[in-house]
């Protein structure tokens, strides 16, 4: 099974930019898609985007869209979230998703992104 490695995340004041990486460790993403979820406190894990990195086709929730873009680089088995002008409400642990289909395959272990005003 593919192991999930994500990275990036912190704090940073509203308006400013993040960038998230996801990367499919031990093979590549040939066959996969991978989706980017996110979970604030108290609230269920809501979809924020997904690509397939072989396609690159990427969707983004009308939530985000506009704000934040996903990106891969297939030599480094790697998908970025870009997120731009950043709102206190994207704060939330951000996870990626890679498998078959979308938010069923494997997870990593979340990152937090924490947005102040």
């Known amino acids: 099974q593919v192991q999930v490695v994500q990275s990036g995340g912190g704090l940073v004041q509203a308006g400013g930019s993040l960038r998230l990486s996801c990367a499919a460790s031990g093979r590549t993403f040939s066959g996969f898609v991978v989706g980017w979820f996110r979970q604030a406190p108290g609230k269920e894990r809501e979809f924020v985007g997904s690509i397939n990195p072989s396609k690159d086709i990427t969707f983004i929730d009308d939530s985000v869209k506009g704000r934040f873009t996903i990106s891969r680089d297939n030599a480094k088995n790697t998908v970025y979230l870009q997120m731009n002008s950043l709102k206190p409400e994207d704060t939330a642990v951000y996870f990626c998703?890679?498998?078959?289909?979308?938010?069923?395959?494997?997870w990593g272990l979340g990152t937090q992104v924490t947005v102040s005003l």
């Open positions: 998703n890679i498998g078959e289909r979308i938010g069923l395959g494997a």
